[in-house]
């Protein structure tokens, strides 16, 4: 007998029909009344009474539920045990991000992680996208998370998921409020940015180029070192700014920025790790949270959205 056999025979009692059974542990109909003719045949015994169509267990299967049962608990508890042991020896976790992936993206996604592995020591750098692939290149972190696709061929790129990249304005600029302007019309604004290494700034130049648009027909007044010094420059001047939507979106919901709806663009989250060098366990382990966590909440977007 196989634990798999086991299983599917349980599940079956307890949801009351092969048909549920096989629904809720994803294999066909057919697989399920293999594993329990497999288990029937090797005992020489029936466990399931095929009568008027329903499912009623033997003398020998109330036998086997009430020891299966205590062998699928065991199994349940030793495979806990052993995950318990392996995280127990996961070791400590260096993550280093982009300034925009650590300050808004991030957070909630360490703050659930750590919670789920106490034992893990973190710690976590920011820095450009220069630096970050720097720290990941000579070892001093394990880990890294950018907002763009790192091209170099000595990392390992994984992409995570994409971002929104938004222009946003004050209520005191002249195009608050206004839906219709374009990527032509942005040279007529002055514009704040933060430093050259943001990969999101870069996306944007980019993306001007693609629109026909030089990046010496912006006027930038001044680039500051963090995107919280963009926002609340924008937030209470008169100039514009691109922006990664998770570093805007509190002040996006209170009004007080505005999103041209014509001009966006989506970026990409990245984690980035080393060409030839074994990842931590650690950093496997959050990473492997990363891909779940993301996977699940893109199925939800799916199911949200209208059809």
Wanted: aromatic share 8%; hydrophobic share 45%; proline share 5%.
């Amino acid at each position: 007998m196989t634990f798999e056999q086991l299983r599917v025979f349980l599940e079956i009692v307890r949801s009351g029909s092969f048909t549920k059974a096989a629904a809720r542990l994803g294999i066909s109909q057919a697989a399920a009344s293999a594993a329990v003719a497999a288990l029937e045949t090797r005992y020489k015994t029936h466990f399931l009474d095929r009568k008027n169509r329903q499912d009623q267990l033997t003398p020998a299967g109330h036998i086997l539920l009430e020891e299966g049962e205590k062998l699928q608990a065991g199994f349940e508890a030793f495979r806990s045990r052993l995950a318990q042991l392996d995280q127990e020896h996961l070791g400590p976790l260096r993550l280093a991000a982009s300034q925009t992936a650590l300050r808004y993206w991030l957070p909630p996604l360490i703050e659930t992680f750590a919670r789920q592995h106490p034992q893990i020591e973190l710690s976590l750098q920011e820095g450009s996208t220069t630096q970050v692939a720097n720290a990941v290149a000579i070892g001093a972190a394990d880990l890294g998370v950018l907002e763009q696709e790192w091209g170099e061929s000595d990392f390992v790129v994984e992409r995570l998921g994409t971002y929104r990249l938004v222009v946003v304005v004050g209520t005191r600029h002249p195009w608050s409020g206004r839906a219709d302007i374009e990527w032509k019309d942005l040279p007529q604004s002055d514009w704040v940015s933060q430093q050259h290494g943001a990969a999101h700034h870069e996306l944007f130049t980019q993306a001007l180029a693609q629109a026909g648009l030089l990046p010496s027909e912006m006027e930038h007044i001044v680039r500051f070192p963090s995107p919280e010094a963009v926002v609340s420059a924008v937030q209470h001047g008169t100039s514009a700014a691109a922006l990664p939507e998770c570093a805007v979106a509190s002040a996006l919901a209170t009004g007080a920025l505005w999103r041209l709806p014509a001009v966006q663009l989506h970026g990409t989250w990245s984690a980035l790790s080393y060409q030839g060098r074994a990842l931590a366990p650690a950093a496997r382990a959050f990473l492997g949270f990363l891909r779940d966590t993301l996977a699940r909440e893109a199925l939800d977007a799916d199911a949200a959205a209208p059809r």
